[in-house]
């Protein structure tokens, strides 16, 4: 969670908060002047990132300020990592960094013959993860996981099990049942 806190000036405060990739001149606007000085914001793709926040107490005059962050892998030792979100119908799925391809991820309920939902593909970056957000699961159920790295020579899926928690619960649940292992 960013907040931005400021001392010295009166009236209205408008806030801006903006990013952009360190290795970057170009600022997005994440959110546009909003009396809400607090921004829940993260980013999908590791790397280093610098956040603006503009504050105007209206008029003319703004000030700005800048923070810089990392976004860090949750991969280790090869393994996919699968977090909670605000959201219990809603899971992070991080795969381990790729040299070529393609990595999509495929998500059922593990009881009953149901259809696979896919996320969209993104393709490998050497040396980095890659994240997707699982979203469309059902309340305390069991799911499957299966990522699948396409690379043009061959095919490799992990599988991992997880557990949803309850809408409108005080926090995710979400709950890994068995570690991923590469099948051919």
């Not at 908060?17 to 980013?43: A, E, G, H, K, M």
């Not at 280093?48 to 990392?70: C, R």
């Amino acid at each position: 969670m960013w907040k931005a806190t400021v001392t010295g000036l009166t009236g209205t405060l408008l806030y801006q908060f903006s990013v952009r990739p360190q290795n970057s001149s170009t600022y997005s606007i994440v959110r546009d002047f909003t009396l809400t000085n607090t921004l829940p914001w993260t980013s999908l793709q590791q790397g280093a990132y610098e956040m603006s926040v503009t504050v105007t107490p209206g008029g003319p005059k703004s000030y700005q300020a800048f923070a810089g962050y990392d976004f860090v892998s949750r991969v280790t030792a090869g393994v996919p990592v699968v977090s909670a979100t605000q959201n219990p119908l809603v899971a992070l799925y991080s795969a381990p960094p790729c040299t070529a391809g393609v990595v999509t991820v495929a998500f059922w309920p593990t009881a009953g013959n149901i259809i696979h939902q896919n996320t969209a593909g993104q393709t490998c970056v050497p040396g980095q993860s890659l994240n997707f957000y699982v979203a469309g699961m059902q309340a305390s159920a069991q799911y499957t996981i299966q990522q699948t790295l396409v690379n043009g020579t061959q095919t490799l899926a992990m599988w991992t099990m997880i557990v949803t928690g309850l809408l409108g619960a005080s926090c995710a649940i979400v709950a890994v049942h068995s570690s991923a292992s590469s099948c051919p």
